[in-house]
């Protein structure tokens, strides 16, 4: 069975510092795909970045950055210098090869000027 | 181009009705997904479809839970009758053609049930 563990619920910060978000991951598979994904206060789920089991490669867009590591299977995401605009909620997800995602439980992001 | 489009956004029943949601993917997505969104937790598929096919549903509570989607395009989820459990966001997400771990699932707003 496929499992996420976001084990912060609530980070708050105050703008211009950086926060880092944790994700955990349990599966059997060899071949997967970990996202992340961003929820305003809007509600509409949006895809942040997707990696697959086999590119253990950080990457950084802009303010986001990420480090996958399998060897402690985590999958983490840091936002520098946040702004008001980063505040939501963030779900780390794994999905099979056949697409089944299995979301996190979430955590909340508060930014305050 | 439109993104995920359901409707209604906002719905509230007494426990024992009927309710009805719908969702339209994005233009050309073969794959359709339904999730199940309770607050304070990520969402929970209830379904996916390839086409018409529904190729997973193992997690649909069939008692009370029933989707279509017919010609492939578009899709209902109904709920007959709900519970006061039922209330949460249930959400609408389609994917390109071909079933693959690697594709984007691109969501809708989301339908938000309160079950009185």
């Known amino acids: 069975a496929q499992k996420v563990t976001q084990a912060q619920t609530e980070i708050s910060v105050v703008e211009k510092e950086d926060v880092t978000l944790d994700c955990v991951y349990e599966?059997?598979?060899?071949?997967?795909?970990l996202f992340w994904y961003k929820q305003p206060p809007s509600g509409e789920l949006v895809f942040l970045i997707r990696r697959n089991s086999f590119d253990e490669q950080n990457e950084i867009s802009g303010r986001y950055s990420w480090n996958f590591q399998k060897s402690t299977s985590s999958f983490n995401f840091t936002i520098t210098a946040s702004q008001v605009v980063d505040s939501a909620v963030y779900f780390c997800?794994?999905?099979?090869?056949?697409?089944?995602?299995?979301f996190g439980a979430g955590t909340q992001v508060v930014v305050t000027p | 181009e439109a993104g995920v489009v359901q409707s209604p956004r906002y719905k509230i029943i007494e426990k024992k009705q009927p309710v009805a949601f719908w969702c339209n993917p994005i233009s050309g997505h073969n794959t359709l997904y339904w999730y199940r969104q309770n607050l304070g937790q990520g969402p929970e598929l209830l379904i996916r479809?390839?086409?018409?096919?529904?190729?997973?549903d193992s997690q649909l509570p069939k008692d009370r839970f029933s989707a279509e989607r017919l010609k492939g395009v578009d899709s209902t989820l109904k709920i007959q009758p709900a519970e006061l459990g039922d209330s949460a966001v249930y959400l609408c997400?389609?994917?390109?053609?071909?079933?693959?771990?690697?594709?984007?699932?691109?969501f809708g707003p989301g339908t938000r049930l309160t079950v009185l």
């Open positions: 479809y390839e086409n018409e096919e529904a190729v997973d």
């Open positions: 599966t059997r598979d060899t071949t997967y795909y």
């Open positions: 997400a389609s994917s390109p053609i071909g079933t693959s771990g690697n594709n984007e699932q691109f």
């Open positions: 997800a794994l999905s099979d090869s056949w697409g089944k995602l299995q």
